[in-house]
């Protein structure tokens, strides 16, 4: 198991989870490098299979490192209703990526949102983590 990896695995309580492990790679990294998986199946005692299928469930993990900037806009019924199309046109146009993904210059990556659970503020995107309505 890759050493950093190691080391934010051991911060886990013992009431340890793949999800909960999976988050905590994510959250310290930004993404899930290729060694997260077995090093997660490992860790839990779980089989890779198993932990590959929680990874790719969850449309939140990414397996490739982001962009200096994270756009992320959320497409759920609320906020396509209430405009997040035009928002989009203007997130695609300004980053140049149609289908989400990470600009050339790794400066922005910008990702679809299933829902943000903020649907009173709609529409809504994260800039960097930060929600706006």
């Not at 934010?8 to 492990?21: C, D, E, F, K, N």
């Not at 829902?115 to 983590?129: F, R, S, W, Y």
Request: aromatic share 10%; glycine share 12%.
């Amino acid at each position: 198991m890759d050493a950093k990896l190691r080391d934010i695995l051991s911060g886990q309580r013992r009431t340890v989870t793949v999800l909960s492990s999976l988050i905590a790679i994510q959250n310290t990294l930004g993404y899930l490098p290729p060694g997260a998986i077995p090093a997660v199946a490992e860790f839990t005692g779980s089989t890779i299979n198993e932990v590959f299928g929680v990874a790719t469930f969850y449309t939140h993990f990414r397996f490739s490192p982001p962009g200096q900037h994270q756009i992320e806009l959320c497409w759920g019924p609320s906020c396509h209703i209430v405009n997040s199309p035009k928002l989009r046109q203007i997130v695609e146009d300004f980053t140049g990526l149609r289908k989400g993904g990470t600009t050339p210059d790794n400066k922005y990556t910008f990702r679809p949102l299933e829902c943000a659970g903020a649907c009173a503020l709609g529409p809504v995107g994260k800039i960097d983590g930060k929600l706006y309505g």
